[in-house]
């Protein structure tokens, strides 16, 4: 093993050691997704045609909304505590950095989305025309979108104060524009255009076409490549924007 994967292998400690000993944000970051769909699916007791229809779309919403809050204060954290100036004084690179806390944050994001997927699927009733890992495998990929891009975007912050605000700035565009609302297809030719720009929208359209479609299609995919690719260029960029304090 190489010193840059040792390096990123032993942030990942650090921050998994975190979490351990922060139990208020392990519930948050496990539960809160899972609460959220059991409110949806009761919302929706008389109708259970409707929670079929949205519910893996918001499968993939909910831990992206988690994951990008707490990553984005974490991270700004570090900077405010000086722990991250501190270590990278020492032969750690900022993408070392980031690939650590993308490997902790990505266990976490596995096991959230693993017991959201069980939650939905089982207890509650979710019927899907596709196989139960896609569904799984979207919503992964949505944790690990909303981790990378609290990453990202706690770079611009200086107060974990700034680092929520920039949650409604970032995320609800990708919400009113990923086709929950309003389909894509008929929204006004210029918000089409923006929402194809925006990773949540191939997210949902993934989470539809397996409601909808047996096996899983190369549509299906693609969606997820898109998804992926956004993660590891929010990554890259958050490597590159990354400062060792707040001004």
């Known amino acids: 093993m190489n010193a840059a994967a040792r390096r990123t292998l032993a942030t990942a400690r650090r921050v998994l050691t975190q979490l351990r000993h922060d139990p208020r944000t392990v519930a948050m970051l496990l539960l809160v997704p899972c609460l959220l769909l059991v409110l949806l699916r009761y919302m929706y007791d008389g109708q ?3 929670f079929d229809r949205i519910g893996p779309e918001l499968l993939g919403v909910f831990p992206l909304l988690v994951m990008f809050l707490v990553t984005s204060v974490a991270m700004l954290r570090e900077r405010t505590s000086g722990t991250l100036e501190r270590l990278l004084t020492m032969p750690l690179g900022r993408l070392d950095l980031l690939l650590g806390y993308a490997l902790a944050f990505g266990a976490v994001a596995l096991v959230q989305a693993a017991l959201a997927a069980a939650l939905t699927t089982g207890p509650l009733g979710l019927h899907v025309a596709g196989p139960a890992w896609a569904l799984f495998a979207v919503a992964v990929a949505d944790g690990l979108l909303g981790m990378a891009l609290g990453l990202l975007v706690s770079a611009f912050a200086a107060t974990e ?20 609302f ?22 949902v359209d993934a989470m539809g076409r397996i409601t909808t479609e047996t096996g899983v299609g190369g549509r299906v995919l693609a969606d997820l490549a898109v998804v992926a690719a956004s993660a590891l260029a929010a990554l890259a960029l958050g490597a590159a924007t990354l400062r060792r304090r707040t001004p």
């Open 48 to 50: 259970p045609g409707t």
């Open 161 to 180: 104060f700034q680092a929520v605000q920039f949650l409604p700035a970032v995320l609800l565009p990708q919400l009113l524009l990923c086709g929950l």
């Open 182 to 203: 309003v389909p894509r297809e008929r929204m006004a030719p210029v918000l089409h255009w923006a929402s194809d720009v925006l990773p949540l929208s191939y997210a």
